[in-house]
């Protein structure tokens, strides 16, 4: 009976991985897309195309990374915390995505000061 | 064995880095931030003048009211008004028993809070803003004075060794330094009610060697420099540029 439970569990385990390489593969995709219409200057279809990918493979950092970037471009900050925060909680240790966040970071800092009497 | 091993492992690892070096890409971002106050019932702008003290050599009503209203022209969609500015000192003492009155020279933070109730003054700020046709009216204080302080500073210094070799040491070494402080207070009032819309502060310092004289005027303009950022976001949306890393 025990023996049955683990080979069941190695076949499901077997079956979800191609699923998720699918998955990852697909968003990769998406990634790459909006990557060279964001150099292009298109950030508003770069935004689509990493959606979409995060869409497709929520656990992909460097789409929220990267959706993160463009929503700063376009001065949501707001949504942009939530894209970094998401994408450092998947990849803690990225030092790529820690030096973006430090740098948004030290802009929304500035917007949201205020002053007030 | 445990050398090929280590062979195998050290290029593995550099595969790996130099994959992961292909899999990101610099790019350049302008981020827009929307300006803190929102100025869209104003078509016109007044830099009053501001209540100024502490170095003689710097005249802060005068070079602040001057510098605000060139970057306003410039840096904003409001139309700048070119009037004398007010003399903010005069009409703070008008009117007020000798014991109540500021002080007519300004030597620190405490002789401009004597100040405050001039910017509070709302039937003053109203009717200025009638006489300008209710613009939005910037004013405040400014205090710009000497400041010195010894600290210890890094420095380079050359050494040669006994074969005459050259060589870069850091020392460290406890310094008299001479500068400035500047602490200005922008103070935003709306012309049509004459109240205090918002306000902000900021504090900046400067120091240089103490044998290194640097005229006061040159130390005002870079610690606004400094500052000029953050009073135009105010008022005006800006766009940062800086560049972020894309990842695959």
Redesign the interface.
């Given at each position: 009976m025990r023996t049955a439970t683990f080979v069941l569990a190695g076949l499901l385990a077997l079956a979800v991985a191609p699923a998720r390489a699918d998955a990852r593969g697909d968003a990769?995709k998406q990634?790459?897309f909006g990557?060279a219409v964001?150099?292009k200057g298109l950030w508003r279809e770069a935004i689509y195309r990493w959606e979409r990918a995060t869409q497709i493979d929520p656990s992909y950092?460097?789409a929220l990374?990267?959706l993160a970037?463009a929503y700063?471009?376009?001065?949501e900050?707001a949504k942009a915390r939530g894209a970094y925060e998401k994408a450092l909680e998947l990849e803690p240790g990225n030092a790529?995505?820690k030096?973006?966040y430090e740098?948004?970071r030290e802009?929304n800092d500035?917007?949201t000061r205020?002053?007030?009497? | 064995m445990t050398a090929r091993l280590a062979k195998t492992i050290c290029s593995l690892a550099a595969v790996a880095l130099t994959t992961a070096c292909g899999s990101y890409s610099e790019i350049a971002i302008e981020t827009p931030i929307r300006p803190t106050l929102d100025v869209s019932g104003f078509q016109r702008v007044f830099v009053a003048g501001f209540v100024s003290g502490g170095s003689e050599d710097v005249d802060g009503n005068l070079e602040t009211t001057r510098l605000l209203r060139s970057q306003l022209r410039t840096k904003s969609a409001l139309r700048v008004i070119d009037a004398d500015s007010l003399p903010l000192q005069d009409v703070a003492t008008e009117g007020r028993a000798s014991d109540q009155t500021p002080p007519a020279v300004v030597k620190d933070e405490k002789d401009l809070d004597a100040y405050s109730n001039l910017f509070a003054n709302v039937e003053y700020w109203k009717k200025i803003g009638e006489e300008y046709q209710q613009p939005l009216i910037v004013t405040g204080t400014v205090l710009f004075i000497p400041h010195q302080r010894n600290s210890i500073v890094q420095r380079e210094d050359e050494v040669y060794d006994s074969f005459g070799r050259r060589r870069v040491v850091p020392v460290r070494t406890y310094q008299e330094r001479k500068g400035f402080v500047l602490s200005p207070k922008f103070i935003f009032i709306d012309g049509r009610t004459g109240t205090v819309m918002h306000s902000t502060t900021a504090r900046e310092e400067i120091l240089y060697n103490a044998n290194q004289a640097t005229p006061a005027l040159s130390s005002y303009f870079e610690l606004m420099d400094r500052v000029i950022p953050s009073f135009l976001s105010t008022l005006s949306s800006q766009k940062i540029k800086g560049t972020r890393i894309l990842l695959q």
């Open positions: 990769k990634v790459e990557i964001a150099q950092a460097a990374n990267n970037i700063e471009h376009e001065g900050l790529l995505i030096q973006n740098l948004f802009i500035r917007a205020k002053d007030n009497l | -």
